[in-house]
């Protein structure tokens, strides 16, 4: 049949006289917000058939929305993955302050659960507790995905991709210096953005910083190969380097180069033999600049 853990704020209980009904497992937090979609579904990954939140009267708007948003991110991953049923609810102030109503809300029907409940330790990292409540419940999923992606929403989604316009970005790599989960990296061999799936939290501070606007996120659980996939570096946008007129020697990418001189070519200070040397290495335009007999210098001054 399934048990349904009740998240109860300190000091709220389920009222007499209808009590908690025998599956129903209440668990006191201090906060309704101090538990999330890591702890969810943990819970149901470890037996849990639903994951009920009894609000208090004091949470913030703020905190109502955001466990309101972590709830839909849940639940469309419990449904993605094939679990019929509806797994997690909040059940708000005015229905725990009438027994009846509250008695008939956890009369609700079980959802479906795991077949073998995992017996992973809650860790203090969320992340890897979310990844290890993930990897069950792809295990344990009553039958094989039909997509190779659950599609998430946008709000509250710790998982997803990123969408990188090839048009418009130069490779400048902004995004690598910004992303605080090393999702995004480069190539020291070659001009390449690459990307790690399972490390993106969906912040946004790639697409923000991007100087080119040529990111948008993509939030989504990835299922190919199993779910292995998203742990691996996978090459998002790549470029011809740009070689040195005078050695051959790569540095930056074409497009980067090209829209460089474009941007600077009405410039008084980049003109002529001055406009040739943004086409030289750092090396090269050293070489240049001393061995130019017209050159002005500062001794000369």
Request: hydrophobic share 45%; charged share 20%.
């Amino acid at each position: 049949d399934g048990y349904l853990y009740a998240v109860i704020a300190a000091g709220r209980g389920l009222m007499p006289p209808y009590g908690e009904r025998a599956r129903v497992l209440p668990v006191a937090v201090w906060h309704t917000a101090s538990v999330g979609i890591d702890l969810w579904l943990s819970a149901l990954a470890q037996g849990a058939s639903q994951v009920w939140v009894l609000l208090s009267d004091e949470e913030a708007p703020q905190y109502r929305q955001a466990l309101v948003d972590q709830m839909e991110v849940a639940q469309a991953l419990m449904t993605g993955l094939g679990y019929g049923g509806e797994h997690l609810r909040l059940i708000d102030t005015n229905e725990a302050d009438d027994p009846r109503t509250l008695d008939t809300a956890l009369r609700r029907a079980p959802a479906g659960g795991v077949a073998r409940a995992a017996a992973f330790a809650v860790q203090a990292d969320k992340r890897a507790t979310l990844d290890m409540a993930i990897a069950h419940l792809l295990a344990q999923a009553p039958s094989a995905p039909v997509d190779e992606t659950v599609a998430l929403p946008a709000a509250g989604s710790p998982f997803g991709s990123l969408i990188v316009d090839t048009d418009k970005c130069t490779l400048c790599l902004s995004c690598v210096g910004a992303c605080p989960e090393a999702a995004l990296a480069d190539n020291a061999e070659k001009p390449q953005l690459r990307f790690i799936e399972k490390n993106c939290v969906q912040c946004g501070l790639c697409a923000s910083t991007c100087p080119e606007d040529a990111i948008t996120l993509l939030p989504r659980l990835w299922l190919a190969d199993g779910g292995k996939a998203r742990h691996a570096a996978r090459v998002l946008h790549e470029a011809e380097p740009w070689r040195c007129v005078k050695c051959s020697k790569p540095f930056g990418t074409l497009r980067a180069i090209e829209s460089m001189m474009a941007k600077l070519a009405g410039h008084a200070a980049f003109q002529g033999a001055a406009a040739e040397r943004l086409k030289m290495c750092s090396d090269c335009r050293v070489v240049d600049m001393y061995s130019n007999p017209d050159e002005v210098r500062i001794q000369d001054l």
